[in-house]
């Protein structure tokens, strides 16, 4: 667009001067009745077009051409300067003198400024300030504004508007150097469509999009008032109607464009908003991933470390995240980068890669690596994202099946991938859609936060929500016996004053309990959390199948050994004969499965999983018809904590 214009603005200024020389009217005048264009405007315009021609091309760094494009741009503001003195010298004569002139040497003040701001608009072209501020494109609109103003004096008939007030009339601005100044101000604007003007309306952003829906409006207004214009002069309405009728179809026009834009704004924040929320969904499900999630740019350098790498690697996010890669990567295992990002960039997938990654503290991880293309909104490759998963456990399994079984190893492989896929069902196929489910109740309540529910409505979504809730406690208590059995259990072992832990479970819990401490304030070593959890599920489980309304009694006692916590209720009690199981797992007493009352007869298998882990034990006695107790212990001083590990998780 930008050289077009120039070739269009300097072809109209090198056909009048033809015309001139060759004294053919119709190529510097082509209407008798107004200006026309003097030499010095038509050498102007071919001077700034070639100019144009040769500054729009911001690739082409030749100084000698440049300095060519800064001559004529200086050679046209002097010409200017020298029409304007020109024209304040003969002002200043009597007006026979200036009368007697001839037609070539009359100037016009209007095409003279106009010029004088595009050649300095050239001039300044590639000059930038602060806050995006470019002169110029304010030099290059300055300059058009004379010539919209000139062709709308033709347009509508007002002489005043490309002529000057003084005499002779004959002094005024041409239609075609106007034409020619349009045609230079956009070539300006669209030399550098990057940044200014031009690139506002040519966004995709909702501000571009905004922006060409409102100059549509603009631009109709004027074609408003010349159809208006026209009806005056037929006689179809008197004058003073014509400004009535200008202002409401203006003001019409202005109202449509007005709303359309808004509708368009409201709809596109809506789609914003959308996404926003999809995008924290997507950062929730990443940040609360079992394994790590790390993203790349197409030169190894980190842009996303999650939590879980956090864990495995010992890397914070803030330490690795502009770091290259290849920290974590052994220096002879490095070669094996190169063909893998050559892979990312043909846009392939690499799955279940088996390899050797490094720990901050030198330690090496035995992983399996699953990397894919990330893609931009063009479709083009922009970074690699790897999901990784630990696989020391089942190195070391594989290792100790093949010593122990010898000729078993086959079935036994088997067995143990299927036990590692059932856990990988459990802590991904059933835990990220109930997260997606989870977090899509949310926004479906944000969305009708404006709107009350009926009480269908709000009794259809309660239940959604329980049933979310239960299914995952559910997926938490499989994951946890997968856990346990593999010898897997992740602790994280400090001082805790398990008396007072006691107290705090008891105050925060729903279940309505008594409890009393009758030991000294004593600490024993432990993971709070999963004591925690134990004594939840033990609360839980006695309120359950416990006597409605009846009190949960939970005791802490201790001697110079250990610390003994007990949870007792009132209720039908479990039979001599079914004590024994009923640790184990998927193990439900009697009566329980035949009320059938939900559950998987997990929660005390992971209870003395994790007693068991912090060196403690767990025990229960009961009385048929009247009360049962668990009890539990865990030992002063240091504990010895067993199959604590950290947790699976790696890039």
Known sequence: MSRLSAILAAMIGVGAVVGWLVHVPFLYRPLHSLPAMMPASASSAALLGAALLILARKEDKRRTRCWVAFGACGLVAIIAV??????????????????????????????????????????TL????????????????????????????????????????????????????????????????????????????TSELEGGRAARRLLLGALAIPLMGLAILMGQEAGLYPNRYAMALLAIFAFVIALMALVVTARWLNRADAERRAGELERAQLATIVSSSDDTIVATDLDGIVVHWNSAA????????????????????????????????????????????????????????????TLSPIVDPAGRVAGVSGIGRDIRQRKAAEAELRRAHGSELSAMLELERLREEWATVVAHDLR???????????????????????????????????????????????????????????????????????????????????????????????????????????????????????????????????????????????PGEELPELFD?????????????????????????????HGGRIWVESTPGATTTFHFTLPFGPAKVEHAEQPAASY
């Open 310 to 369: 956090e864990r495995q690697y010992g890397w914070s996010a803030k330490e690795m995240i502009g770091r290259h890669i290849s920290a974590i990567v052994p220096l002879d295992l490095r070669t094996e980068l190169g063909p893998i990002f050559e892979a990312i960039r043909a846009g392939g997938h690499i799955e279940c890669f088996e390899t050797i990654r490094k720990r901050k503290d030198g330690s090496l991880l035995d992983i399996s690596l």
């Open 126 to 201: 590639d000059v930038g300030l602060r806050r995006g501020i470019r002169p110029a494109e304010i030099l290059a609109l300055a300059g058009a504004i004379p010539a919209l103003a000139a062709w709308a004096g033709y347009i509508y008939g007002a002489t005043v508007l490309y002529g000057t007030p003084a005499p002779p009339p004959a002094i005024g601005t041409s239609p075609l150097a106007a034409l020619a100044q349009l045609l230079l101000a956009l070539g300006i604007l669209c030399a550098r469509p990057e940044s200014g003007v031009v690139s506002v309306l």
């Open 432 to 574: 990220q859609p109930l997260t997606a489910i989870s977090l899509s109740l949310d926004l479906l309540r944000t969305l009708r936060a404006r709107e009350p529910l009926s009480a269908t409505e709000a009794k259809a979504l309660a239940r959604i929500d329980s049933a979310a809730r239960g299914l995952r406690r559910m997926v938490d208590d499989l994951s946890d016996a997968s856990r346990i059995e593999a010898k897997r259990l992740t602790l994280e072992p400090r001082e805790v004053d398990l008396a007072r832990l006691v107290v705090e479970v008891c105050d925060q819990s729903e279940v309505r309990c008594i409890c009393r401490v009758e030991t000294d304030g004593r600490t024993a070593v432990a993971d709070p959390e999963r004591i925690t959890q134990v004594l939840t599920n033990l609360l839980n489980n006695a309120a359950k199948y416990g006597a409605a309304g009846e009190p949960i009694a939970v005791v802490v006692t201790g001697n110079d050994r250990e610390t003994e916590v007990s949870v007792s209720n009132r209720g039908p009690g479990i």
């Open 82 to 123: 020298a029409m304007l003195v020109q024209l304040a010298f003969l002002l200043g004569a009597p007006s026979r003198t200036l009368t007697g002139m001839s037609g070539m040497l009359r100037p016009s003040p209007i095409t003279a400024g106009a010029f004088v701001l595009l050649a300095s608009s050239l001039l």
């Open 585 to 613: 797992r998927f193990k439900r007493a009697r009566a329980v499965r035949d009320a059938r009352k939900e559950g998987l007869g997990l929660g005390l298998y992971i209870c003395k999983g994790l007693i068991e882990a």
